[in-house]
């Protein structure tokens, strides 16, 4: 068979795009997890006999809409009560139809700062735990990336919603990993590191997550609200050491870091269980499944996950042309094109005030290399499975072999807009921004590289 064009590659990126974002619904992630017959409910491997009990839910994060209407799906009556802060409404295709029901308080913290209705999310979840303490009930927590920003407190009353937010915005801009990036949450949160659950010791509770960071890491989801951190996490003043961020955070910030308040350990003999239900493993699963199915020859790449977004950008391009000249050498493929996969998070700190995120930056990136740049065609689609990408709009971009050339053409310097930190505007200009809408679900980065076989 001929080698695709470039338009059956684009088309076979979004395709298997696509494909992924349905494979990793959370709505449908904890329909399958959770069973509830007469009395007995199962979850995941665990089983309850709840008999009378009240039974509570705490929904946070960006996939807390299609976590709880899952769960709602399933409990029916028998879900006492609800707090849920998330988005708040069905956005893209991929997000469940309906409403809550009206035994949900629903709020819609900020994101990728909190605000004043994250403040508001922390009171109300508080009080919640109270009445669920007070009845010794059941809680299922649902527990999704984003939700660091959209439910929090000040572990301490000199610390205001201002310094929260200066603080998160010099941690998330960075280059600091998730795991040190909470280090540092943490210290100055009445949330986070497991301080939410903490306040219902009386009751049985599980976590179910949707998980945004490396495997093995959910207690980093939402910087931890249930799980307190491992005893070798990362200590909060070495990170803002590393960083040299002392300058760029609050005092009052600094003194809650320098007292040194500690996460709690749980004590109570209540049970305790946390399940992943999706993670970003899925996700490459998922698409590795969907190129497949199209005749790729197809590699994920494991490795290629939390570098630099610089390092991470030319490993992805080594090892595109390394598997598409091992492939094509074996005539492997009928459609004499292989595809490469990779997830994570690349570390993509902000050197301007565009805007953009690291999936619109990596695109960016992959069209200045030179490598890339053989008769062999090649497609690349790098994007956030929530949807959001940075401080854009757009869930990520697509970029072709040709990519660069149109770009020139319409006096468009790749340079110049890496130097700003604004990919987004120079992928909307060509028309190349992916636009998702919110998705519902949140299992980090997915890069869809597809090319022409080297021989």
């Known amino acids: 068979m ?111 700062l909190p605000n004043q209705t994250s403040l508001m999310a922390a009171n109300a979840a508080f009080k919640l735990l109270q009445r669920a303490n007070e009845e010794r009930a059941l809680i299922i927590f649902l527990i999704s990336g984003g939700g660091s920003a959209m439910i929090e407190s000040p572990i301490a009353d000199y610390i205001d919603l201002a310094d929260l937010r200066v603080a998160n915005e010099a941690l998330v801009s960075c280059g600091a990993s998730i795991s040190e990036i909470n280090a540092v949450r943490r210290s100055f949160s009445a949330v986070k590191g497991g301080r939410l659950a903490a306040r219902a010791p009386n009751c049985d509770l599980i976590t179910l997550i ?17 799980l307190a951190p491992l005893e070798d996490a990362a200590s909060a003043l ?59 020859t197809t590699e994920i790449a494991h490795d290629i996950a939390d570098q630099p977004i610089a ?53 960016l990136r992959l069209i200045t290399d030179q490598s890339l740049s053989t008769s062999a065609p090649f497609v690349a689609l790098c994007a956030g ?24 053409t319409i006096g468009l310097d790749p340079h110049a807009f890496l130097d700003r930190s604004d990919s987004y505007s120079f992928f909307v200009a060509l028309g190349d921004a992916i636009a998702t809408g919110a998705t519902g679900t949140n299992v980090r980065d997915i890069r869809i590289l597809l090319a022409g076989f080297l021989s």
């Not at 929530?386 to 020139?408: C, F, H, K």
């Open 2 to 112: 001929n080698m695709p064009n470039l338009t059956q590659l684009r088309l076979a990126a979004r395709e298997i795009f696509d494909e992924t974002l349905k494979a990793i619904n959370a709505d449908a992630a904890v329909r399958r997890a959770v069973c509830l017959t007469g009395s007995q409910l199962s979850v995941c491997d665990a089983t309850i006999d709840i008999g009378s009990r009240k039974i509570y839910s705490v929904a946070i994060g960006k996939a807390a809409f299609a976590m709880a209407y899952g769960l709602e799906q399933v409990m029916g009556d028998s879900l006492t009560a609800g707090f849920m802060s998330g988005p708040t409404s069905p956005v893209s295709n991929e997000m469940p139809p309906g409403k809550l029901s009206s035994s949900w308080q629903v709020c819609e913290g900020g994101h990728p």
């Open 311 to 363: 390092e991470g950008c030319r490993q992805l391009v080594s090892r595109l042309n390394t598997l598409r000249t091992q492939a094509g050498s074996k005539h492997l493929n009928e459609t004499n094109a292989a595809c490469l996969i990779s997830g994570g998070e690349f570390a993509c700190p902000v050197r301007g005030k565009g805007l953009g995120g690291r999936n619109l930056e990596t695109s």
């Open 210 to 226: 949707i998980s945004d960071v490396p495997q093995g890491q959910e207690r980093n989801v939402a910087s931890g609200p249930t």
């Open 238 to 296: 070495e990170v803002i050491d590393k960083y040299d961020l002392r300058s760029r955070l609050p005092q009052t910030i600094l003194r809650a870091l320098e007292t040194g308040a500690s996460s709690p350990q749980s004590t109570s003999t209540s049970l305790r269980r946390h399940f992943v239900l999706l993670d970003n493993r899925s996700a490459l699963e998922a698409a590795a499944a969907a190129a497949r199915q199209r005749g790729f």
């Open 385 to 408: 499975t929530d949807g959001i990408d940075g401080n854009s709009p757009a869930a990520g971009a697509i970029v072709d072999s040709t990519t660069g050339e149109r770009a020139l």
